[in-house]
């Protein structure tokens, strides 16, 4: 995970690209709903003329920060590192985390991959290299299907069916009937083996979780996991829940960094964990990686509502570390335009083959 000593370059200029791009279905959540998706692209050029390139995906109820946030906390931080070789950059960056992700931890990640990414070009190697041991190359990923009337269901599959997906990704709202509706419809248009994991974003209790779980249980649908049912900061919740689900919890908003995860193993938790390296940064998502390893958790890999970028960057990880079970790494599939030349998801196929070339191998579109 240290960044090695790069080719003495300094960053000599910087651009933030905000864009809003439409997206094929509205990305509703149990806490909020997002009807397009908002992101920025960080581009940072070295005097070498190489280019950097980063994504900062803010999800107000999820990463706490907006748009405006994320591109002003993005400029100080480039205005931080200006003159800097990366070396020098990630040391910045380091000192500044603790302040910086109260204010927006995505531009924090937006300029931290854009770093990582020139850093492997100056290299000369695939960020898979340096995060890991970089054998692995491909990856499937699963689907999402946000919340929506049942009725929109069919319409949602019809734009996915072709994809060859085996795992759809439910976001549930915790009323349970209107859950149980959605997913009896899902049920109905999705091919037969098809197999499915709830997400409950922290839209539940224990009542309700173990209610919903129980109903599905009784029209012979068995989720492979529930992942986040309560509120992040509910751990005792998470205690009673584990002991009564009869299917595994996984955490994600729980797990925002390495000393989170420690917390819950403490408690005697082994849960499946989602990471995500825009809620908890890359060099802390290599952290709980690490740590997950050691402490026999099974690992997920997600994002926010992010292009191929960000999600570049995921997979980068997922593969270094070959560490994952599970990938939800999907969103670029939401947008209806694409932000890179070509990536992994250009081909619309559940798997995910990693692109060739040097740090994320990720070119921004034009």
Wanted: charged content about 20%.
């Amino acid at each position: 995970m240290s960044a090695e000593h790069p080719v003495k370059a300094a960053v000599v200029s910087s651009t933030l690209y905000p864009m809003n791009i439409p997206i094929h279905v509205p990305f509703t959540i149990s806490r909020e709903s997002l009807p397009t998706a908002e992101i920025i692209l960080v581009e940072i050029h070295s005097e070498h003329g190489l280019v950097g390139l980063g994504e900062c995906a803010p999800f107000p109820s999820l990463t706490g920060d907006t748009m405006k946030s994320a591109a002003e906390v993005a400029r100080g931080l480039l205005d931080e590192i200006h003159g800097c070789t990366t070396q020098k950059g990630f040391e910045r960056l380091r000192k500044l985390k603790t302040e910086v992700i109260t204010q927006s931890i995505t531009a924090y990640v937006g300029v931290e991959g854009a770093l990582w990414d020139l850093h492997a070009r100056e290299l000369g190697r695939p960020l898979t290299q340096l995060w890991g041991a970089g054998r692995q190359t491909q990856l499937e990923t699963d689907i999402t299907l946000p919340i929506m009337d049942p009725h929109a269901v069919q319409g949602f599959w019809d734009i996915y069916q072709s994809y060859g997906f085996g795992l759809i990704k439910i976001k549930v709202s915790g009323h349970v009937q209107d859950d149980l509706d959605m997913i009896l419809e899902l049920k109905h248009v999705a091919p037969a083996g098809m197999r499915f994991i709830l997400d409950g974003n922290q839209g539940f209790t224990v009542a309700n979780a173990e209610a919903l779980v129980s109903r599905l249980k009784a029209i012979d649908v068995h989720p492979l996991f529930f992942e986040q049912p309560l509120p992040e900061d509910d751990v005792p919740g998470f205690v009673r829940l584990a002991q009564k689900l009869p299917i595994p919890i996984c955490v994600d908003e729980t797990v925002r960094s390495h000393k989170d995860l420690q917390r819950l193993l403490e408690l005697g938790l082994k849960p499946i964990v989602n990471i995500k390296i825009m809620k908890s940064g890359i060099e802390d998502s290599l952290r709980i990686i690490a740590l997950a390893q050691r402490a026999g958790c099974p690992l997920m890999i997600g994002g926010m509502l992010e292009s191929e970028v960000a999600m570049g960057l995921s997979l980068q990880i997922a593969c270094a570390t070959e560490a994952v079970t599970y990938a939800d790494l999907d969103t670029p599939f939401f947008f209806k335009e694409r932000v890179c030349e070509d990536s992994p998801w250009h081909p619309c196929r559940a798997q995910l083959q990693l692109p060739p070339g040097v740090g994320h191998g990720l070119t921004r579109r034009v």
